[in-house]
Protein backbone atom coordinates (compact mmCIF):
# COMPACT_ATOMS: atom_id res chain seq x y z
CA UNK A 1 0.00 0.00 0.00
CA UNK A 2 1.34 3.25 -0.60
CA UNK A 3 1.83 5.84 1.85
CA UNK A 4 1.02 9.28 1.34
CA UNK A 5 3.74 11.86 3.00
CA UNK A 6 3.06 15.60 3.11
CA UNK A 7 6.19 18.02 2.40
CA UNK A 8 6.71 21.10 3.96
CA UNK A 9 5.89 22.57 0.73
CA UNK A 10 2.53 21.18 0.99
CA UNK A 11 1.80 22.04 4.84
CA UNK A 12 2.63 26.14 3.82
CA UNK A 13 0.34 25.62 0.46
CA UNK A 14 -2.38 24.24 3.16
CA UNK A 15 -1.90 27.10 5.62
CA UNK A 16 -2.20 29.72 3.14
CA UNK A 17 -5.44 28.77 1.64
CA UNK A 18 -6.97 28.22 5.11
CA UNK A 19 -6.52 31.33 6.69
CA UNK A 20 -8.25 33.40 4.17
CA UNK A 21 -11.09 31.23 3.97
CA UNK A 22 -11.11 31.71 7.60
CA UNK A 23 -10.89 35.57 7.43
CA UNK A 24 -13.57 35.49 4.17
CA UNK A 25 -15.58 33.43 6.67
CA UNK A 26 -15.96 35.92 9.37
CA UNK A 27 -16.17 38.79 7.39
CA UNK A 28 -19.16 37.34 5.86
CA UNK A 29 -20.55 36.28 8.89
CA UNK A 30 -19.80 40.38 10.12
CA UNK A 31 -21.49 41.74 7.08
CA UNK A 32 -24.68 39.32 7.54
CA UNK A 33 -24.85 40.16 11.16
CA UNK A 34 -24.67 43.94 10.16
CA UNK A 35 -27.13 43.97 7.76
CA UNK A 36 -29.40 42.21 10.58
CA UNK A 37 -28.87 44.89 13.34
CA UNK A 38 -29.29 47.49 10.59
CA UNK A 39 -32.36 46.16 10.03
CA UNK A 40 -33.69 45.55 13.47
CA UNK A 41 -32.50 49.55 14.11
CA UNK A 42 -35.01 51.24 10.99
CA UNK A 43 -37.98 48.74 11.37
CA UNK A 44 -38.32 46.85 14.83
CA UNK A 45 -40.88 49.85 16.37
CA UNK A 46 -43.16 48.76 13.33
CA UNK A 47 -43.82 45.33 15.29
CA UNK A 48 -44.25 47.47 18.86
CA UNK A 49 -47.55 47.22 20.41
CA UNK A 50 -50.37 50.10 18.97
CA UNK A 51 -52.07 50.29 22.00
CA UNK A 52 -49.86 50.77 24.47
CA UNK A 53 -46.19 53.02 24.60
CA UNK A 54 -44.76 55.31 21.97
CA UNK A 55 -45.72 53.37 19.20
CA UNK A 56 -49.76 53.20 20.36
CA UNK A 57 -49.83 57.16 21.19
CA UNK A 58 -48.59 57.88 17.74
CA UNK A 59 -51.39 56.00 16.00
CA UNK A 60 -54.19 57.87 17.95
CA UNK A 61 -55.75 60.96 15.77
CA UNK A 62 -56.88 64.00 17.48
CA UNK A 63 -55.64 63.04 20.80
CA UNK A 64 -57.36 65.04 23.92
CA UNK A 65 -55.46 63.91 26.99
CA UNK A 66 -51.85 62.15 26.83
CA UNK A 67 -50.95 60.89 30.37
CA UNK A 68 -46.96 60.52 30.39
CA UNK A 69 -44.95 59.01 33.08
CA UNK A 70 -43.50 55.70 34.37
CA UNK A 71 -45.62 52.81 35.72
CA UNK A 72 -46.54 55.45 38.71
CA UNK A 73 -48.47 56.76 35.68
CA UNK A 74 -49.45 53.48 33.98
CA UNK A 75 -50.58 51.71 37.52
CA UNK A 76 -52.73 54.89 38.39
CA UNK A 77 -55.37 55.56 35.99
CA UNK A 78 -58.69 53.43 34.34
CA UNK A 79 -58.17 54.83 31.06
CA UNK A 80 -61.53 53.66 30.62
CA UNK A 81 -63.26 55.11 33.38
CA UNK A 82 -60.94 58.43 33.06
CA UNK A 83 -62.41 58.72 29.36
CA UNK A 84 -66.53 57.98 30.17
CA UNK A 85 -66.14 60.53 33.45
CA UNK A 86 -64.57 63.14 31.21
CA UNK A 87 -66.11 62.93 27.66
CA UNK A 88 -62.39 62.88 26.79
CA UNK A 89 -60.31 60.43 24.41
CA UNK A 90 -57.29 59.61 26.73
CA UNK A 91 -54.23 57.77 26.31
CA UNK A 92 -51.42 56.87 28.84
CA UNK A 93 -47.89 56.90 27.23
CA UNK A 94 -45.59 55.05 30.28
CA UNK A 95 -42.77 52.93 30.37
CA UNK A 96 -40.88 51.46 33.51
CA UNK A 97 -38.87 54.37 35.24
CA UNK A 98 -39.65 56.94 32.56
CA UNK A 99 -38.30 60.32 33.98
CA UNK A 100 -38.52 63.59 32.81
CA UNK A 101 -35.44 63.34 30.87
CA UNK A 102 -37.26 60.69 28.55
CA UNK A 103 -40.58 62.51 28.90
CA UNK A 104 -38.79 65.78 27.40
CA UNK A 105 -37.26 63.72 24.62
CA UNK A 106 -41.25 62.18 23.79
CA UNK A 107 -43.19 65.38 23.88
CA UNK A 108 -40.53 67.29 22.20
CA UNK A 109 -40.52 64.17 19.36
CA UNK A 110 -44.58 64.47 19.39
CA UNK A 111 -44.86 68.08 19.04
CA UNK A 112 -43.28 67.53 15.55
CA UNK A 113 -45.76 65.57 14.28
CA UNK A 114 -48.87 68.32 14.80
CA UNK A 115 -51.58 65.67 13.79
CA UNK A 116 -50.64 63.43 16.55
CA UNK A 117 -50.10 66.07 19.05
CA UNK A 118 -52.70 65.76 21.93
CA UNK A 119 -54.43 68.99 23.66
CA UNK A 120 -53.52 68.17 26.54
CA UNK A 121 -50.79 66.91 28.61
CA UNK A 122 -50.81 64.96 32.17
CA UNK A 123 -47.12 65.06 33.14
CA UNK A 124 -46.16 62.95 36.08
CA UNK A 125 -44.69 64.60 38.65
CA UNK A 126 -43.19 61.85 41.02
CA UNK A 127 -41.24 63.75 43.39
CA UNK A 128 -38.62 60.44 43.79
CA UNK A 129 -38.03 60.84 40.40
CA UNK A 130 -36.88 64.75 40.15
CA UNK A 131 -34.02 63.51 42.41
CA UNK A 132 -32.84 60.59 40.47
CA UNK A 133 -29.90 60.75 38.17
CA UNK A 134 -31.07 59.84 34.63
CA UNK A 135 -31.18 56.74 33.16
CA UNK A 136 -33.15 54.92 30.27
CA UNK A 137 -34.17 51.88 32.80
CA UNK A 138 -37.18 50.67 29.94
CA UNK A 139 -35.73 49.34 27.21
CA UNK A 140 -39.02 49.02 25.21
CA UNK A 141 -38.88 52.84 24.76
CA UNK A 142 -35.83 52.22 22.33
CA UNK A 143 -37.33 49.30 21.02
CA UNK A 144 -40.66 51.06 20.19
CA UNK A 145 -38.58 54.59 19.15
CA UNK A 146 -38.56 55.42 15.65
CA UNK A 147 -34.75 55.44 14.17
CA UNK A 148 -34.40 59.80 14.36
CA UNK A 149 -35.46 59.18 17.98
CA UNK A 150 -33.45 56.48 18.84
CA UNK A 151 -30.51 58.06 17.60
CA UNK A 152 -31.57 61.09 19.73
CA UNK A 153 -31.64 58.37 22.78
CA UNK A 154 -28.16 57.00 21.77
CA UNK A 155 -26.49 60.39 21.85
CA UNK A 156 -28.60 61.30 24.77
CA UNK A 157 -27.13 58.24 27.30
CA UNK A 158 -23.65 58.45 25.93
CA UNK A 159 -23.54 62.35 26.82
CA UNK A 160 -24.69 61.58 30.29
CA UNK A 161 -22.85 58.27 31.04
CA UNK A 162 -19.27 58.85 30.17
CA UNK A 163 -17.30 55.85 30.84
CA UNK A 164 -16.22 53.42 28.72
CA UNK A 165 -19.04 50.93 29.43
CA UNK A 166 -21.72 53.24 28.10
CA UNK A 167 -20.89 52.27 24.72
CA UNK A 168 -21.39 48.35 25.32
CA UNK A 169 -24.44 49.94 27.08
CA UNK A 170 -25.64 51.04 23.69
CA UNK A 171 -24.31 47.97 21.51
CA UNK A 172 -26.77 45.54 24.31
CA UNK A 173 -29.50 47.92 23.68
CA UNK A 174 -28.99 48.05 19.52
CA UNK A 175 -27.84 44.48 19.51
CA UNK A 176 -29.82 42.39 21.90
CA UNK A 177 -32.60 44.05 23.25
CA UNK A 178 -35.85 43.50 22.10
CA UNK A 179 -34.94 40.27 20.22
CA UNK A 180 -37.60 38.55 22.35
CA UNK A 181 -40.37 40.66 20.99
CA UNK A 182 -39.76 40.35 17.28
CA UNK A 183 -39.51 36.45 17.42
CA UNK A 184 -42.65 36.26 19.66
CA UNK A 185 -44.68 38.88 18.14
CA UNK A 186 -47.80 37.19 16.81
CA UNK A 187 -48.35 35.51 20.14
CA UNK A 188 -47.43 39.19 22.12
CA UNK A 189 -49.40 41.12 20.05
CA UNK A 190 -52.09 39.52 20.90
CA UNK A 191 -51.36 39.38 24.54
CA UNK A 192 -51.11 42.56 25.00
CA UNK A 193 -54.12 43.66 23.60
CA UNK A 194 -56.07 41.70 25.88
CA UNK A 195 -53.53 43.20 28.77
CA UNK A 196 -53.70 47.13 28.13
CA UNK A 197 -56.14 49.47 26.92
CA UNK A 198 -54.90 52.53 25.57
CA UNK A 199 -51.82 52.30 27.53
CA UNK A 200 -53.65 51.32 30.75
CA UNK A 201 -54.31 48.06 32.53
CA UNK A 202 -57.43 46.61 31.66
CA UNK A 203 -59.04 43.30 33.12
CA UNK A 204 -56.31 43.19 35.93
CA UNK A 205 -57.25 43.46 39.67
CA UNK A 206 -54.44 44.21 41.47
CA UNK A 207 -54.88 43.58 45.50
CA UNK A 208 -53.69 45.99 48.39
CA UNK A 209 -51.26 44.57 50.83
CA UNK A 210 -51.55 44.02 54.35
CA UNK A 211 -51.19 46.25 56.91
CA UNK A 212 -47.73 44.59 57.99
CA UNK A 213 -46.53 44.81 54.21
CA UNK A 214 -47.64 48.74 54.51
CA UNK A 215 -46.05 49.37 57.73
CA UNK A 216 -42.69 48.52 56.02
CA UNK A 217 -43.02 50.20 53.28
CA UNK A 218 -39.90 53.18 52.46
CA UNK A 219 -39.79 55.41 49.50
CA UNK A 220 -37.70 55.15 46.50
CA UNK A 221 -36.16 58.82 46.44
CA UNK A 222 -32.16 58.76 46.99
CA UNK A 223 -31.96 62.63 47.32
CA UNK A 224 -33.39 65.67 48.39
CA UNK A 225 -32.74 67.65 46.06
CA UNK A 226 -33.22 68.04 42.01
CA UNK A 227 -30.74 66.33 39.85
CA UNK A 228 -29.59 69.14 37.21
CA UNK A 229 -30.48 67.08 34.34
CA UNK A 230 -33.80 66.43 35.79
CA UNK A 231 -34.49 70.04 36.73
CA UNK A 232 -33.23 71.03 32.96
CA UNK A 233 -35.93 68.72 31.40
CA UNK A 234 -38.78 69.89 33.52
CA UNK A 235 -38.08 73.67 32.46
CA UNK A 236 -37.70 72.15 29.08
CA UNK A 237 -41.22 70.47 29.04
CA UNK A 238 -42.51 73.89 30.37
CA UNK A 239 -40.94 75.84 27.32
CA UNK A 240 -42.60 73.24 24.91
CA UNK A 241 -45.93 73.45 26.07
CA UNK A 242 -45.85 77.09 26.04
CA UNK A 243 -43.84 77.42 22.77
CA UNK A 244 -46.37 75.19 20.80
CA UNK A 245 -49.29 76.16 23.13
CA UNK A 246 -50.19 73.17 24.67
CA UNK A 247 -51.91 72.96 28.08
CA UNK A 248 -50.12 70.91 30.67
CA UNK A 249 -51.09 69.73 33.92
CA UNK A 250 -48.45 68.04 36.28
CA UNK A 251 -50.39 65.41 38.45
CA UNK A 252 -48.42 63.11 41.59
CA UNK A 253 -50.32 60.21 41.87
CA UNK A 254 -50.76 59.22 45.40
CA UNK A 255 -48.17 57.26 47.73
CA UNK A 256 -48.43 55.43 50.50
CA UNK A 257 -48.54 57.39 53.75
CA UNK A 258 -44.90 55.87 54.90
CA UNK A 259 -43.45 56.96 51.71
CA UNK A 260 -45.19 60.29 51.29
CA UNK A 261 -43.57 61.05 54.93
CA UNK A 262 -40.31 60.85 53.95
CA UNK A 263 -38.61 64.18 54.24
CA UNK A 264 -36.95 63.66 50.67
CA UNK A 265 -40.51 63.01 49.35
CA UNK A 266 -41.90 66.18 50.72
CA UNK A 267 -39.06 68.72 50.05
CA UNK A 268 -39.00 67.08 46.50
CA UNK A 269 -43.04 67.71 46.35
CA UNK A 270 -42.14 71.15 47.41
CA UNK A 271 -39.67 71.98 44.69
CA UNK A 272 -42.66 70.79 41.75
CA UNK A 273 -45.27 73.13 43.41
CA UNK A 274 -42.88 75.94 43.66
CA UNK A 275 -41.40 75.71 39.99
CA UNK A 276 -44.91 75.45 38.68
CA UNK A 277 -46.37 78.24 40.40
CA UNK A 278 -44.05 80.35 39.24
CA UNK A 279 -45.21 79.40 35.68
CA UNK A 280 -48.84 79.64 36.60
CA UNK A 281 -49.26 75.95 36.22
CA UNK A 282 -51.04 73.40 37.87
CA UNK A 283 -49.86 70.67 40.25
CA UNK A 284 -51.95 68.24 42.13
CA UNK A 285 -50.98 66.12 44.64
CA UNK A 286 -52.47 63.35 44.65
CA UNK A 287 -52.07 62.21 48.48
CA UNK A 288 -54.59 65.08 49.35
CA UNK A 289 -58.05 64.15 50.11
CA UNK A 290 -56.89 60.53 49.55
CA UNK A 291 -56.94 57.85 51.89
CA UNK A 292 -52.92 57.06 51.93
CA UNK A 293 -53.31 55.60 55.03
CA UNK A 294 -55.16 52.46 53.91
CA UNK A 295 -53.35 49.52 53.07
CA UNK A 296 -55.98 48.46 50.30
CA UNK A 297 -55.68 51.44 47.71
CA UNK A 298 -51.91 50.11 47.46
CA UNK A 299 -50.37 46.89 46.20
CA UNK A 300 -46.57 48.39 46.57
CA UNK A 301 -45.00 50.80 47.80
CA UNK A 302 -45.84 53.22 44.94
CA UNK A 303 -48.34 51.63 42.84
CA UNK A 304 -51.93 51.58 43.31
CA UNK A 305 -54.30 48.89 43.78
CA UNK A 306 -57.05 47.78 41.61
CA UNK A 307 -59.35 49.73 44.11
CA UNK A 308 -57.08 52.85 44.60
CA UNK A 309 -56.73 52.87 40.76
CA UNK A 310 -60.72 53.38 40.41
CA UNK A 311 -60.99 56.26 43.21
CA UNK A 312 -58.06 58.55 41.97
CA UNK A 313 -59.82 58.20 38.83
CA UNK A 314 -62.82 59.33 39.81
CA UNK A 315 -60.99 62.22 42.06
CA UNK A 316 -58.39 62.92 39.62
CA UNK A 317 -61.44 63.06 36.36
CA UNK A 318 -63.50 66.47 38.16
CA UNK A 319 -59.82 68.13 39.05
CA UNK A 320 -59.19 67.80 35.55
CA UNK A 321 -62.94 69.00 33.78
CA UNK A 322 -62.51 72.28 36.23
CA UNK A 323 -58.72 72.42 35.28
CA UNK A 324 -59.56 72.60 31.39
CA UNK A 325 -62.69 74.86 32.40
CA UNK A 326 -60.48 77.43 33.75
CA UNK A 327 -58.28 77.56 30.97
CA UNK A 328 -58.40 80.62 28.79
CA UNK A 329 -60.81 80.74 26.19
CA UNK A 330 -58.57 82.05 23.61
CA UNK A 331 -56.48 79.33 24.47
CA UNK A 332 -58.83 76.75 24.52
CA UNK A 333 -59.91 77.99 21.14
CA UNK A 334 -56.46 77.70 19.68
CA UNK A 335 -55.61 73.94 21.06
CA UNK A 336 -59.09 72.57 19.95
CA UNK A 337 -57.44 72.66 16.56
Known amino acids: MATIVSTPTQERSSTRTGWPYLGKLAIS?????????????????????????????????????LLIGSSHTRQSYDI???????????????YNGDDLKTMSQIIDYLVSR????????????????LGRKPDLQDPRYFFDAPPALKMRIIRTYLSE????????????????????????????????????????PTGIKTPGVSAEQFSHFTSDATSGQPDPVQLAALYRIIDIAEHHNISVIFIESPLPKPVSSDPKIQAL???????LEAHHLRYING????????????????????????KFTLDVSADLKTWIA???KNRAAAISR
Do not use: W
Open 161 to 200: HRRPSALLDVFDLVVNRGNEAIVTYPVNSLLLKRLAYRGG
Open 326 to 328: SLP
Open 80 to 94: RLLEKTTGLSAFALA
Open 29 to 65: AFGILLCLVTIKFFTEHLLAPRNMGLNGALVQRNLDL
Open 287 to 310: DLDFPNSDPSMFEDNNHLSAAGRE
Open 114 to 129: PDRCPRYIVVEAYSAL
Open 269 to 275: KADFREI
